[in-house]
């Protein structure tokens, strides 16, 4: 078995930690938050992949309750992620993208603002312990208090993005243990793939845990993010015939399937696993970096992938389990998305929910009562510029109100108008006959948000033309164009 090895200084809290074996001696639920890396709607067996196995979380749908019409916080990590820490919904979040432009062709990394409450921080106050290990993307490279350790987590094990721009350097097989530069790497001949790295600094930390207290552990897996195009297994799908970036791919999936499988046994074993509220879901829809997303069928029936604000590129899987509460094999078309989820954990965990979130809690939902829907969930997006020109600035907004979804790229173009209950491919553009309905769109996507900085209403209007010096692959992944 493969072990990962760190300084003891890194574990600062392991000789206060109580080490209780058998049930738990804590009332409230620990809180397993299982997140994907660009997962589409249709890459998990239990919404309607026919190829690529993944039989532990089809398992976990069957006993939980599985969500048809979920949605991530935007299209991409960035904008998406910060949704889910803030229970701000897109078009009142901070960051919009995953870079933000502050003009004379500088686009950089936007941080959650210091006084932006994060799904630890709240947690933390409700006595859980928490912990976060893998991709945080929410973060001024440079700037250590905006790390996911000064953010809420008592324990981190971020990778952090290669940078040369401040003097220090970063690199994303390096994943940094509370914000410190004794640091663990990820060598990838040693692992099937870095998901199952993640997973050993998980086991690892849940052998420091209090057992009188709960713990909020937040797995921000890599899989299927196309940067991650080497893992060292070699056999799985090998027999298909597929092409290898193909066949990595599926693999990656498979591959985090599995470690899920070892983290649950891992908590069985701990006696853990029935007192916890485990939740699975993806930042954003499917990529098509280094992979053709037609392969698999990965975005499901939807039109759009990653960075579209059409369904593929906006709806993911989404799964909860919590045995005894959550009723097994349940399916529901509920509407809601990643601002619902702080406000859900407050209820779960018995806290207040921080002024700022703009959600509505589905725990009565999940626990069989009668659940308040939104009158309407909308998404703004802001495309980087710096590897493309910005075609209408880059500005992307989408709308959902009921089964009526809007659609506009640039503020200039004509929205576009779908009813998803007939056509959830959206290829019949309804816009021409609908016109009460889009004026209701329109101002939604004109009035229903707030400014933030580096990213204008408008999109970055001037056409950026892409230039040599600015194409290096150190300031893309720097600047999160990934």
């Known amino acids: 078995m493969k072990q990962i090895l ?44 026919q190829v690529i196995q993944t039989p532990v ?4 749908a069957r006993q939980g309750l599985r969500f048809t ?10 904008p998406s992620r910060a949704v889910l820490m803030t229970g701000k919904n897109a078009t009142n979040s901070t960051i919009r993208g995953n870079s933000g432009y502050f003009g004379d062709d500088r686009w950089m990394r936007v941080a959650l603002k210091k006084d932006e409450v994060t799904l630890g921080e709240m947690l933390q106050q409700t006595g859980y312990q928490t912990a976060f290990i893998g991709k945080w993307h929410l973060d001024d490279p440079n700037d250590l208090s905006t790390w996911a350790y000064n953010r809420g987590f008592g324990f981190a094990a971020q990778e952090q993005w290669e940078s040369r721009f401040g003097g220090i350097r970063y690199d994303e097989q390096m994943h940094w243990i509370n914000g410190k530069a004794d640091s663990i790497y990820y060598h990838e001949e040693e692992w099937n793939c870095k998901d199952e790295f993640r997973t050993e600094i998980a086991f690892n930390y849940l052998d420091t845990i209090n057992r009188e207290k709960p713990f909020f552990l937040f797995m921000s897996y890599r899989a299927p993010h196309g940067h991650e195009r080497y893992i060292s297994n070699k056999e799985l799908y090998a027999d298909r ?70 369904e593929g590129g ?33 209820e779960v965990s018995g806290g207040e929910i921080p002024s700022q ?42 709308a959902r109100m009921g089964n009526w979804k809007a659609v506009r790229y640039g503020v200039a173009q004509p929205t576009e108008l779908y009813d998803l209950s007939s056509d959830p491919s959206e290829s019949n553009d309804l816009a021409q006959k609908k016109t009460a309905i889009v004026e209701q769109m329109n101002l939604i996507f004109d009035k229903k948000r707030s400014d933030t900085e580096g990213f204008p209403y408008r999109g970055v209007v001037q056409h950026y033309k892409a230039r040599d010096k600015f194409l290096s692959h150190e300031q893309t992944r720097q600047t999160g164009n990934l």
């Open 241 to 310: 015939g597929w092409p290898e970036n193909e066949r990595v791919h599926a693999a990656k999936i498979t591959l985090l399937d599995r470690q899920i499988g070892r983290l649950l046994k891992k908590l069985e074993n701990m006696g853990e696993l029935d007192n916890t509220l485990i939740i699975f879901t993806s930042d954003n829809g499917p990529h098509q970096e280094g992979h053709d997303p037609t392969f698999f069928d990965s975005n499901g029936n939807f039109r759009g992938i990653k960075r579209d604000m059409y």
């Open 314 to 346: 906006i709806r993911v899987p989404f799964i909860a389990v919590w045995k005894g509460k959550i009723e097994s094999g349940s399916v529901s078309s509920h509407i809601c998305g990643f601002q619902d989820l702080m406000p859900t954990l407050a």
């Open 357 to 398: 979130a703009n959600g509505i809690s589905i725990l009565p939902l999940l626990t069989g009562k009668m659940q308040t829907e939104h009158l309407f969930l909308n998404w703004e997006f802001q495309l980087d510029g710096w590897s493309r020109e910005l075609s209408d600035g880059g500005f992307r907004q989408s």
């Open 57 to 60: 979380l089809d398992s976990l």
């Open 69 to 78: 019409d979920f949605y991530a916080g935007n299209t991409v990590s960035s």
């Open 6 to 49: 760190w300084a003891s200084a890194c574990l600062t809290t392991v000789a206060s930690c109580s080490f209780i074996k058998g049930n738990p001696k804590h009332s409230k639920p620990n809180i397993l938050f299982l997140l994907a890396d660009d997962l589409g709607y249709g890459e998990l067996g239990c919404y309607g992949q």
